[in-house]
């Protein structure tokens, strides 16, 4: 028998039958038990390397079933769909079937994405998927073209970043289970929104891993910094493999998801010749192609590696994208004015300066924070495979309070990292309610049922900041008010200064998306100049005929910078110092007139752009 052709889990064949599969090397004699409705224990056949597998009939949709191993211990099932219960509890064989409505979606082009990342659970007050439908008119208003879940697969209890899943078929009970992720996508579909899955495939969490007690999915050969490492190498890596890889693409043809955030890909230790990412991707690849869909993978990493983004052919891993570290931390230290931690590599107009030319800043050169070299060149990649943010769940959640920007800068400065930003020639996303500036804080939380445990997690999460030096008391993340404090405040959005910022966002993307020069995601046509003194950024792009000329300035004090600019009249578009934004009055002429050099002049902390009026 095939066991590659044979789904793993339980799935339904029609015909009131179900299909059983679980790889468990481990286990001699495998037992299906059928708790309920009515109880019933089945032998699973033995049908090679490790695989156990049955067809059972009168099993209907709803059964909630464990797997008996050796006669003893009972476990869930690895690739169990649905724990309506919980991480310990059966698992539940669950209906495939779904009136999708998105026939005629076959996704956006990945230049297109305008990222919108949220955490189900604290984005709406039910913290469920069927309440973000709802604000779907709001996210297309706003000009987002994407949303991308953090982790929605099933963590022990209701409150956790998603990072501690331990089923990664499941889909979170207390979100709304499959049904509800199902509806979700099928509603973003319909407004013109693609969707993007956090995926997790670098370890699993603690509470409710019954892995190990079923095959070698983990290592002892590496560690990451949560616990053990997968096994995509070693002995039997094979079905591990197996089993992520038809992990992703489920999410594709179960849920229709379009593309998958592959979290901190650095934790996955693979030293094989045909590495575990570029063989996920090419099965994607093939998947996507069959189904007429375009399916993209970007990838979380801190190694400034690009051959994550080669093609396959070249030796790369062929991934789609992959976050920018280095340009979010470049903006966020001259702003900010931090400089502890990982931050230490960072501070200089110039890091920003060389992140807008090459997408990364350490390409190669000493890193005084990892005390070696770090990076590689970006020459054979371009911008449009870079996601750049301001802020992410990972730079908020990360500080000791889990305070956002809107905590840390000025009304001028949240405007003009959103300019940053939105006017780069990368992939932008932004961090839920970043576009008017929400208070409420996004610290670590979880709701684990093991007192040791609980314990860990808060020691670990104060050992965590010591590099920073942060003063204060970390937020008890088993407390259930840390989760609540969370939860953002919508109503803000209409209200005074925010009010003006999520004006001045939705400007932004709407002048993104109709300019040539902005829409463009490219570095070929992009001028730099860097006014060290003056602190301010000059930035020229350029499409055809269409060009765009931006001004940005990171000090508090008024500038007045000398560029060249190709001759011709030049159009002020957008400016944050003007009393439209609530700013404190603009320095910038409505028009340049250039001969080949122009001397501009800019508010304190602003940005301006400017576009060049065509001939006649």
Known sequence: MNQDAIQLGAVMLGDGRCSFCVWTPRSERVEVHVVAPEERVAPLDSVGRGYHQAELKGVAPGSLYLYRLDGGKERPDPASRFQPEGVHKPSQVVDRAFSWADHHWFGLPLSDYILYELHVGT????????????RLDYLRNLGVTAVELMPVVQFPGGRNWGYDGVHPFAVQNSYGGPAGLKRLVNACHSAGLAVVLDVVYNHLGPEGNYLADFGPYFTDAYRT?????????????????RFFIENAVYWLTDFHIDGLRLDAIHAIKDFSAWPFLAELAAAA??????????FYLIAESNLNDTRLL??????GAGLDAQWNDDFHHSLYTLVTGERLGYYEDFGRLEHLAKAFRESFVYTGQYSSYRRRRHGRSTRLTHAGQYVVCCQNHDQIGNRMLGDRLSQLVDFETLKLVAGVVLLSPFIPLLFMGEEYGET?????????SDSALVEAVRRGRKEEFASFRWQGEVPDPQD???????????????????????DFYTELIALRKELAALAELSQDALELVSFEKEETLALRRARGDDQ??????FSYAAARVEVRLPAGRWQKRLDSAESRWNGQGSDAPQVLDSSGEVQV???SRAVCLFVKVREA
Do not use: C
């Open 123 to 134: 984005f709406t007050r039910e913290g469920t998927f069927d309440a973000i439908i709802p």
């Open 225 to 241: 910094p949560w616990g053990p490492a997968l096994n995509f190498d070693g002995p039997d890596s094979d079905n591990v493999r």
């Open 285 to 294: 690849d093939r998947q996507a192609e069959r189904m007429n869909r375009r």
């Open 310 to 315: 080669l093609p396959r052919e070249l030796g």
């Open 440 to 448: 409420a804080p996004f610290p670590y939380f979880v709701s684990h």
């Open 480 to 502: 259930e008010a840390t989760f609540l404090a969370a939860k953002l405040r919508f109503e803000l959005r209409t209200q005074g200064e925010h009010r003006i910022l999520l």
């Open 548 to 553: 765009v000329f931006a001004v940005f300035n």
């Open 601 to 603: 002049e800019i508010s």
